[in-house]
């Protein structure tokens, strides 16, 4: 017999080689590591200048944005540098600085809407922390303190709540923060500090400074208008469904269909997918602009109010549209596709419809961008011949939808015996094993979790190819999957009804010209959407 030393002897010689393993692979693993790093850092610069300049590219006005951001900085930086103007601001100059920071936004409509919240509510809280002093300073110390802490109990309590008001919520929050601010700031600091008047005074003064500089930055150079963005995206959504629908009847009729497992890398990069995804992401953005281009001056020649809010609803709309659009593209994606031959029979009428759709949403993005009414006959004869030819290419095969299932029932039984085999055998074929304590156990045990694993995987994967064989079996099955997508172009005309009868009220509201027969459009071609108004009204529009 092995005496325990030697035991004790194996043990660690087992031991240090596994350790000794261990050690290896992790200097392996940190090499590699340091590599990949290396990599990346070399790599960066490029991918800096790569998004700077890309960044630039999809919309210079965020250049000219940044430049004038600098440049009102540098300009409220002089009350600082300039030794005259220091005597006569003092430190406060730096509320000038922070309100340039706070207040110069993207859009002349932002910076409007914040720069004028941040001045009401200065004042306003500035008028009622003198009133509430002046009260107080007519009584005694102790009555002072009681009746400043009161103030701002109260104060603060009825303007945290009235910032749930929605109408106040939307236009005004911005000022009641501010307000709440000030008038702390005010209140509470009055008790200690001599000549409060004063230092309100020059912190007025400073933020007027600073909110001025916004304003000429934003109204009198390069200004980028909120209204106009609300107007170019609304046509740049309907150029881009335009796009989505007719490139996606044409995928669906090419030779070779799309796979159905697509990446969500190769989604985002989809131009069926580009079209449609600014339409479902607008409405935030549409609210957005829709509230700060309301604060806008009527620069144009246009001097009544603009309706923008109808543009929300033309938006929402829209969406409703885009969701069609959305299940047209799903049907590229489908577990269970027809087959070419099949699609080749009804490929010239749904091809002809999808180009009679573009047409007239072409047509609604020309009306709108122009400013002018739609044609009288925008649903015109050839849309209508289309849908009926699709129709009558349809009835003409009445055993593709409709076929004979004499058969679909013996299918669905022998599929159904399989399926009851198969987990009769998954029940009872797993024995019980007697319990051994040697390592020939062990073993064992790991080769039959192994088995059940591996049994396990293939039921996964068994499970949606009997779901599809369910399916298949039906004989009139090779057609469904056309079927469904006809009938979402069929609707997809239906729902051009309500889209034509927003654009119309838009345009009878914002007094459009009148429709002349020469303005029809020639070419279908859409142009590039404007897909970068979203990203810099999220992006520069935050709450500060």
Known sequence: MASKDDHVGIEMVIGGDNNSSVSSKSKRDLKKHMIVFGEKVRRFPGLVWHTVWKVGREDPRRVIHALKVGLS??????????????????????????????????????????????????????????????????CGQVFRAVFIGAAVFVVGAAATYMRFFPYIKKNYDYGVVIFLLTFNLITVSSYRVENVLRIAHERFYTIAIGCGICLFMSLLIFPTWSGEDLHNSTVAKFEGLAKSIEACVNEYFNDQLMEVEVSLEKESEDPIYKGYKTVLDSKSTDEILALYASWEPRHSRHCYRFPWQQYVKLGAVLRQFGYTVVALHGCLQAEIQTPKSVRTLFKDPCIRLAKEITIVVMELANSIKNRRHCSPEILSDHLHEALQDLNTAIKSQPRLFLGSNSNQSTNMLALAAAHARQKQEKDHGVSLTSVKTDSSALLEWKTRRTSEQSKENERKVLRPQLSKIAITSLEFSEALPFAAFASLLVDIVARLDNVIEEVEELGRIACFKEFNPGDEIIDVTCSKPQLDVTQNHLTSHGVD
């Open 73 to 138: 900085l540098t300009l409220v930086s002089l009350l600082y540098l300039m030794a005259p103007v220091f005597k006569g601001v003092g430190e406060n100059a730096i509320w000038a600085v922070m309100t340039v920071v706070v207040v110069l936004e993207f859009t002349a409509g932002a910076t409007l809407c914040k720069g004028l919240n941040r001045g009401l509510g200065t004042v306003l809280a500035g008028s009622l922390a003198f009133l509430f002093e002046y009260i107080a300073n007519e």
